[in-house]
């Protein structure tokens, strides 16, 4: 059964970075896509980014593109999430997912295992 454990959230401040990790057992981490999703207070969960299992291929949602980094490190069956230019928007819980389509899918529906969330909050 496959297990997803996030770390890396916390407080900080408008502007700032923070790097979100998640390390994955129970899959064979290649054959499957992993993403991040987030879901604000009060707000519906919605697609962060998710990069492909077999070629590392990536989408990003437009909100955080140019901002937030998506990578994988088979080696240590983790993904990250590198987050830059963090703005109060941001805040949010983020959990990372693992699915098996063949396609990137930016929906929640597509992955079958999920961590338990990590907060991150932007204020000042």
């Known amino acids: 059964q496959a297990q997803l454990v996030e770390s890396g959230g916390g407080v900080v401040q408008p502007g700032g970075s923070l790097r979100l990790s998640c390390a994955v057992s129970?899959?064979?981490?290649?054959?499957?896509?992993l993403g991040w999703f987030r879901q604000g207070p009060g707000k519906e969960r919605e697609f962060v980014s998710s990069i492909r299992g077999s070629d590392h291929e990536t989408i990003t949602a437009g909100s955080v593109k140019g901002r937030f980094t998506i990578s994988r490190d088979s080696a240590k069956n983790t993904v990250y999430l590198q987050m830059t230019s963090l703005k109060p928007e941001d805040t949010a819980v983020y959990y990372c997912?693992?699915?098996?389509?063949?396609?990137?899918?930016?929906?929640?529906?597509?992955?079958?295992?999920w961590g338990q969330g990590t907060q991150v909050t932007v204020s000042s």
């Open positions: 997912a693992t699915g098996r389509t063949q396609y990137i899918s930016i929906y929640s529906r597509d992955y079958d295992a």
């Open positions: 129970g899959r064979t981490f290649s054959d499957y896509n």
